[in-house]
């Protein structure tokens, strides 16, 4: 089984709708959740991390944490063209260095 | 907004040479990692870098590879004998603080011929 999973997409949506994204993983060490946001031949960007379980928002954006079911999402609310990007879940352990990653979902919002 | 800066953004280089990726950090920032995408995988961790010395590296980390900060403000990735399949970009990031949320830069672009 691998650590990270997600769904690669792509995911094509019309603006204003809501988004749905998702990961699922193995490692019941990971603590830390973080969404990032990757366009084109661009570096990873972090949108926000939530620690341990629970709800997080920001915006547009909220991040859910379910440890006991090892499953994360991000809703991204009015979607915009320029949401259009690849979003990637990631994860880590406390006193680790490393950051797991998904493979990314790759989403298009529809003007 | 401080930026973690990669160059060059695209390195060709022939199999067997060696290539020095160059990073420079956000300026308060003391810990230190390399990633890599190979074009349509995931990213991956190769190494991370704390206090003058590495913190961790993964089994893609090998001794090929090897990591330098020369001065206070460069971070470097050295592959000495380039292969193949070390074609992918390669993400420089950098954090204020140990646990997630790192800057990464736009990467490097390396491609192995």
């Known amino acids: 089984q691998k650590e990270v999973e997600q769904d690669p997409g792509p995911l094509s949506v019309p603006e204003g709708a809501i988004v749905s994204l998702n990961c699922t993983y193995s490692n019941s060490a990971f603590q830390y959740f973080m969404w990032y946001r990757q366009y084109s031949r661009k570096g990873p960007e972090l949108l926000m991390y939530?620690?341990?379980?629970g709800n997080k928002e920001d915006g547009r954006f909220t991040a859910q944490v379910d440890k006991s079911s090892k499953y994360i999402s991000l809703f991204i609310r009015d979607s915009q063209p320029s949401d259009s990007a690849t979003y990637l879940c990631a994860m880590s352990s406390p006193g680790g260095f490393k950051t797991i990653f998904g493979a990314g979902t790759r989403l298009f919002v529809k003007a | 907004e401080p930026e973690v800066t990669q160059t060059p953004s695209h390195q060709v280089t022939q199999m067997g040479q060696e290539v020095i990726l160059r990073c420079v950090p956000i300026?308060?920032?003391?810990?230190f990692y390399w990633y890599r995408q190979i074009l349509g995988q995931k990213v991956e961790f190769l190494v991370s870098f704390y206090n003058n010395e590495i913190s961790e590296k993964s089994e893609i980390f090998d001794d090929q590879f090897s990591v330098e900060r020369p001065d206070g403000s460069n971070f470097t990735l050295k592959i000495r004998s380039t292969k193949l399949e070390d074609s992918a970009m390669y993400f420089c990031?950098?954090?204020?603080?140990?646990?997630?949320?790192?800057?990464f830069g736009s990467g490097t672009r390396l491609t192995v011929v």
């Open positions: 990031a950098s954090s204020e603080q140990e646990g997630p949320g790192y800057t």
């Open positions: 300026s308060n920032h003391l810990y």
């Open positions: 939530t620690y341990s379980s």
